[in-house]
């Protein structure tokens, strides 16, 4: 099946500071999702983006399909940004509709 | 729109009891999914209704079964549960196709 690798693992960063996070998947997909699960639990969607590139605020993603990988910015991260940050992809073809998801990276912004 | 709904949001079980979680969406979405997420890992399938009236095995499927109820609704049953069944359930729902799929707040469940 489809690979998902997300990098770092964690990431610890002082507030105000910039951060990249990286995404590789292991085959050709038609969804890509990202997400910011909070410290209650709460998976909270961040961006829908299968290919090119979205901004929301501070945060920013970019996918690049032909090469299989998706990138997300934060910029001037805030202590509320802390959690862990999850890519999910769903496969072409013929597919389930379900989600794949890398194992996270876990944010920690000190203040 | 409340969006998707799980009931309840904490359950604690003895080995062998069975209980239902309860899904939820008012979105009109087709498709409803059903995730386990154990510590440290992302979310797993364990079973998904592309449609009311159809339902299909995911990643996990082993000791749970689903009903979807109506187009609204998706339940996940444990009949006999397991100290292994002891995880973080989500559901999910999307319009259907390649579109964006929407999570429920979750239901911790712990296994004695």
């Known amino acids: 099946g489809i690979q998902v690798e997300q990098s770092p693992p964690d990431l610890i960063l002082q507030e105000g500071a910039n951060s990249t996070l990286r995404c590789n998947f292991s085959d050709s997909v038609n969804n890509l999702q990202w997400f910011h699960q909070n410290p209650w639990g709460q998976l909270i969607n961040l961006f829908y983006i299968p290919s090119g590139t979205k901004q929301n605020g501070r945060l920013s993603a970019t996918t690049v399909a032909t090469e299989r990988y998706s990138l997300l910015y934060i910029s001037s991260s805030q202590t509320t940004d802390s959690g862990v940050y999850f890519c999910a992809v769903e496969r072409s073809g013929r597919s389930q509709g379900n989600l794949i998801f890398g194992k996270g990276t876990k944010l920690s912004v000190k203040p | 729109n409340a969006g998707v709904t799980q009931t309840p949001k904490f359950q604690v079980l003895k080995t062998g009891q069975s209980m239902t979680l309860q899904c939820a969406q008012d979105m009109n979405h087709n498709s409803m999914y059903w995730y386990r997420q154990d510590p440290g890992m992302g979310l797993r399938l364990i079973y998904y209704?592309?449609?009311?009236?159809?339902?299909d095995k995911g990643e996990v499927p082993n000791g749970y079964n689903v009903s979807r109820l109506n187009k609204r609704e998706f339940s996940l049953r444990l009949e006999s549960a397991a100290p292994s069944q002891t995880s973080v359930y989500f559901c999910a729902s999307k319009a259907g196709g390649y579109n964006e799929q929407f999570f429920g707040p979750g239901t911790r469940l712990t296994v004695l």
């Open positions: 209704s592309a449609s009311e009236g159809t339902t």
